[in-house]
């Protein structure tokens, strides 16, 4: 099994925090490898994207055009398209139930809760 790898310098407490508890994740299902860190960092990156997205645009979930409609806030989209990032870098590093039950790969049922926290 590699070693544990630190998160990026430039990583946030919350971005540390996602990164800590996927790659302990990963390490107890026996699916880590140093290959994952590049993946690893875009999961982390558009989960946390993702979440600032979204808590930017709760004070104010509608906006008025110029021309008087109403529409979501520009946030929700950059929100949703981090969020279907994260999802696709949750599969490729078999993050997601459906990713490890197509691979054979079983963990113990308390190994998620942290990670689930933490990307809710």
């Known amino acids: 099994m590699a070693r544990q790898v630190p998160p ?6 919350h971005e540390r ?10 390490r107890l299902q026996g699916t880590w490898t140093r290959t994952d860190v590049p993946l690893l960092h875009f999961y982390t990156r558009s989960v946390r994207l ?13 906006q008025r055009t110029s021309t008087g409609t109403m ?4 946030e929700y989209q950059l929100a949703e398209k981090a969020e279907a990032a994260a999802l696709r870098y949750a ?4 993050l997601t139930p459906e990713s490890r039950k197509r691979h054979g790969v079983t963990i113990p049922d308390s190994a998620t809760s942290e990670l689930d926290a933490l990307t809710a």
């Open 91 to 94: 599969t490729a590093l078999l």
């Open 71 to 74: 529409i979501g806030h520009v």
């Open 17 to 26: 925090e996602i990164w800590s508890a996927a790659q302990r994740q990963l």
């Open 50 to 62: 993702a979440q600032r997205a979204r808590e930017a645009a709760v004070d104010f979930p509608l």
């Open 8 to 13: 990026p310098i430039d990583f946030d407490p």
